[in-house]
């Protein structure tokens, strides 16, 4: 019988999801991933450009031990994989948030039950500078003084200049220049309820299509500074410290990112359409197994996002009926 899945974005629940700060070692306690008979057919993944790298690397993965099985994949956003799910375009919904109320609402009026999601990674969202701007560090009240209009989290006033955040000399009267995402996306809201303590992005935020176009305005920059998940990261840029709860700095690594110190951290999920009275045909469910094996969890490292640990595979797996 299939479980029910409580989805929790709580430090404790991703400290265990990461391994307390083990990340980056991918948990032994994993299966190692072998071929089953019987695995062929198609697979469409649509929605969160975020997961775009990591979906390419499941699906080369898993094409290693499938050849024959064909995978198409687009990223336009975590808004788009409701809709495809719904319509039956797409077999995986890739988003960087949790599905809301009504979009679940709508699929169950379709089907009659919920979409499933799968927990594939966790991810530290990081904030970018242009690796020539000397900021090491900012407080989440000042994030969201530099990207929101309604300072929810408690500053006096905007940031408008790098002087406000103790530049000196030519950075002091810089304008800040802000890069985001576009309203399709999972990062995007994610970022403003987190980042903006639930607020409205500023006017002068320049809105990109996807992750990397993020990085790309901030390396082209110098005044320039965006959200984006921390994999997407280049040498142009450098992803600055975040001030803690505790009033210390923090980066989006594995240990702060595991331990809840740093505070932009998320699980990555992949929704799909489960019939909870039938079984899951192999493709869907070789899949999968593959995202819960060490070489998944290893694909999720070379992506640049943290693997998670056995216990969290064990109980996705259990939800799928695949236990």
């Given at each position: 019988?299939?479980?029910s899945?409580?989805?929790?974005l ?7 999801a ?19 008979s ?14 775009n ?5 499941w ?45 679940i ?69 810089r ?18 309820e ?61 240990e702060d ?11 990555l ?30 694909d ?24």
């Amino acid at each position: 019988m299939r479980s029910s899945l409580k989805l929790s974005l709580t430090a404790s629940a991703l400290a265990l999801a990461a391994g307390a700060g083990q990340a980056q070692n991918i948990d032994p306690n994993l299966p190692v991933y072998e071929a089953a008979s019987g695995v062929s057919g198609n697979l469409t993944s649509i929605g969160s450009d975020t997961l775009n790298n990591l979906m390419t690397l499941w699906s080369e993965g898993f094409r290693s031990f499938y050849p024959n099985v064909a995978v198409q994949i687009q990223g336009a956003g975590s808004g788009t994989a409701p809709p495809a799910l719904v319509e039956g375009t797409a077999q995986f919904g890739p988003m960087s948030r949790p599905m809301r109320g009504t979009e679940i609402e709508e699929f169950e009026a379709r089907y009659g039950y919920e979409p499933l999601p799968m927990r594939g990674a966790i991810d530290a969202l990081g904030v970018f500078v242009h690796r020539d701007n000397p900021v090491e560090c900012l407080s989440m009240q000042e994030v969201d003084a530099i990207f929101s209009s309604t300072r929810a989290g408690g500053a006096d006033e905007a940031i408008t200049t790098w002087g406000q955040v103790g530049l000196t000399g030519e950075w002091a009267d810089r304008p800040v220049a802000m890069y985001g995402r576009n309203s399709a996306s999972g990062t995007y809201g994610y970022f403003r309820e987190v980042a903006l303590f639930g607020g409205d992005y500023s006017a002068e935020v320049r809105e990109q299509p996807g992750s990397s176009t993020v990085i790309q305005g901030v390396a082209a920059d110098i005044n320039g500074i965006g959200y984006s998940g921390v994999g997407y990261g280049t040498a142009d840029v450098k992803a600055i410290d975040i001030r803690g709860a505790d009033g210390n700095c923090y980066s989006p690594v594995a240990e702060d990112a595991a331990s809840g110190n740093y505070p932009i951290a998320r699980f990555l999920y992949i929704y799909m359409n489960v019939d909870p009275n039938a079984e899951l045909e192999p493709l869907r469910a070789e899949f999968v197994r593959y995202v819960y094996s060490q070489q998944g969890q290893q694909d999720v490292v070379r992506a640049g996002f943290f693997p998670l640990v056995n216990f969290i595979a064990e109980q996705d797996l259990e939800a799928f009926g695949l236990n």
